[in-house]
C-alpha cells in the first residue's frame, strides 16, 4: 500500500517532489503530467511543481519519484512559519513522531529546524512528540512506509528553505521483488524495473499501443510495458537472451495474474518487420572492467558500439509513425584521466528524429541518470520525436 496523508494536507498547488534519477526523473514528470504549469528545480534532488492538484493522484504512477510532499511553508528565518505550518498539520493529523529529511542543507540549518520544529510541535500540545534522526538527514521511502512517523521535508528554496509533510510515497515492493526475483535475472545487462517504467512513460504510449524494444535482451522493458497493459514486441539477436525473456514473462504474467500482451522473438535490431507506435530500448551496455578504462580505450569502446547506434536507429525511424516518441539509452563511461566518453546521437535529423522537448524546461540531450550504482559505467538518455 504507497503512504498517502488526507487531502487537506497533500492538495496543495506547488509540490516539492523528491527525485530518484536527478534530471531524466523531471523530464519523466514534465513529459506525463500534464496539468504542470510551472517547474522549478531548486536542487539536485528536488523539483517544485505548480499543477492541478486534483489532476495529481491519479497521476502518481511516476516512477522516478520517491516522494511528495505539498510545499506549505518558506522559512526565511521567522520562527512564525514553523508554528503555522506545524498547526496546520496537527490540524489534521496525529503525530507521536517524526522526522525531517533534508536535501542540499547544511548541518547548522537542520540542527535549526529541528529545534524549531520540535518547539512548535510541543507548543501544540503534542508534549511527548518524539523526534527520529534517520541517517544521512532522510528519512528513506521506505522508511516512511514501514514506520509510523510523519516525514517532513527541507530544500533549500528562494534564499531560505522549502518545507512541508510527505504526502505521498509509492509502493514499489512488488516492482523491486520482479527485479530480484525473476527466473532470468541479469543485473549486468538489466536495468532495474523502476527505471524500465521511467522509460516507458518518457515514450507517452497509452494502454494498447505497439510497443518495440529491438534489443531486449532478459526483457524488462518488455515486462514493465506489458504490465502497463501495453501491446509489445521483444527483439533480440542472440537467441539465448530470447529464450531468458519469454522465461521471465511467463513468470510476470503468472506472478501478476493477468494476460500480458507481447511477442519475443530473434532478430536483428537493424532490419526488423512492423509498425510501432514507441520504441523504448537499450542497445548496449558496455562489459564490465575490474578497474577504470583509460581515456583510449573508453573511446574505443564507445565508437564502436555507435555504429550498431546508427544503423538500428535508422531501422527504427522508419518503424514508427509521425509525432511517435523513440527512448534510446546510450551509455556514459568515467575514464582513469576523470574525463567523461558518452555515446552521442548526432545528425538524427536527417532520419527524421527530432529532439523530444516536453515544455516548461528545456532539456539538453543525452539526460543522465543520476545516482547510478557503478563508478565508471553510467547511463544516459535521448528522447526522440518522429517528425
Ligand atoms: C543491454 S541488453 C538489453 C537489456 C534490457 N534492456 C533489459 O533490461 O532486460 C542489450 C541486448 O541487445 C542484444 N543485441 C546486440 N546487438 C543486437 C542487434 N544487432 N540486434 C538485436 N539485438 C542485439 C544483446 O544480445 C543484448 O541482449
Known amino acids: 500500500m504507497p503512504y498517502t496523508l488526507p487531502e487537506a494536507l497533500s492538495g496543495a498547488q506547488r509540490l516539492a517532489l523528491v527525485l530518484a534519477f536527478g534530471r531524466l526523473s523531471v523530464l519523466e514528470v514534465c513529459s506525463a503530467v500534464r496539468s504542470v504549469t510551472k517547474v522549478e528545480v531548486p536542487c539536485e534532488r528536488i523539483c517544485v511543481v505548480e499543477l492541478d492538484p486534483s489532476?495529481?493522484?491519479?497521476?502518481?504512477?511516476?516512477?522516478?519519484?520517491?516522494?511528495?510532499?505539498?510545499?506549505?511553508?518558506?522559512?526565511?528565518?521567522?520562527?512564525?512559519?514553523?508554528?503555522r505550518l506545524v498547526e496546520q498539520i496537527t490540524n489534521e493529523i496525529d503525530v507521536s513522531r517524526f522526522a525531517l529529511s533534508a536535501y542540499d542543507t547544511e548541518e547548522a540549518d537542520y540542527e535549526l529546524l529541528v529545534?524549531?520544529?520540535?518547539d512548535a510541535f510541543r507548543q501544540a500540545g503534542f508534549k511527548k512528540i518524539r523526534l527520529l534522526r534517520p541517517k544521512g538527514n532522510e528519512l528513506l521511502a521506505d522508511q516512511v512506509l514501514s514506520r509510523d512517523a510523519l516525514d517532513l521535508i527541507a530544500f533549500p528554496y528562494k534564499g531560505g528553505y522549502g518545507l512541508g509533510?510527505?504526502?505521498w510515497v509509492p509502493d514499489v515492493a512488488p516492482m523491486r521483488e520482479r527485479g530480484v526475483e525473476k527466473p532470468a535475472p541479469h543485473s549486468e545487462i538489466s536495468l532495474s524495473p523502476r527505471l524500465a517504467q521511467l522509460l516507458l512513460n518518457l515514450s507517452g504510449l497509452s494502454p494498447g499501443q505497439r510497443l518495440l524494444d529491438p534489443f531486449c535482451g532478459p526483457g524488462t522493458i518488455i515486462s514493465e510495458g506489458a504490465l502497463m497493459s501495453l501491446n509489445c514486441v521483444g527483439i533480440d539477436s542472440n537467441p539465448v537472451r530470447v529464450a531468458q525473456a519469454k522465461r521471465n514473462l511467463a513468470w510476470v504474467e503468472k506472478q501478476s495474474g493477468k494476460t500480458l500482451a507481447y511477442d519475443i522473438r530473434t532478430g536483428d535490431a537493424r532490419d526488423f518487420q512492423g509498425r510501432f507506435d514507441g520504441i523504448v530500448t537499450e542497445p548496449i551496455l558496455l562489459p564490465r572492467f575490474h578497474s577504470t578504462p583509460s581515456?583510449?580505450?573508453?573511446?574505443?569502446?564507445?565508437?564502436?558500439?555507435s555504429r550498431v547506434y546508427s544503423e538500428s536507429l535508422y531501422s527504427m525511424a522508419e518503424a514508427v509513425r509521425k509525432g511517435c516518441r523513440i527512448v534510446i539509452v546510450v551509455p556514459t563511461l568515467k575514464t582513469a584521466d576523470g574525463s567523461e566518453v558518452l555515446l552521442r546521437l548526432e545528425e538524427t535529423e536527417s532520419i527524421g528524429l527530432k529532439e523530444f522537448q516536453p515544455g516548461h524546461v528545456r532539456f539538453e540531450y543525452p539526460v543522465r541518470v543520476a545516482f547510478g550504482s557503478t563508478r565508471w559505467l553510467g547511463r544516459a538518455v535521448y528522447v526522440f520525436e518522429r517528425v
Open 165 to 167: 509533510p510527505t504526502a
Open 55 to 83: 489532476s495529481f493522484r491519479s497521476e502518481t504512477k511516476l516512477a522516478g519519484i520517491h516522494k511528495f510532499s505539498p510545499l506549505l511553508t518558506h522559512f526565511q528565518g521567522d520562527e512564525a512559519v514553523i508554528r
Open 295 to 305: 581515456s583510449q580505450k573508453a573511446k574505443h569502446l564507445v565508437n564502436k558500439a
Open 115 to 118: 529545534r524549531l520544529l520540535l
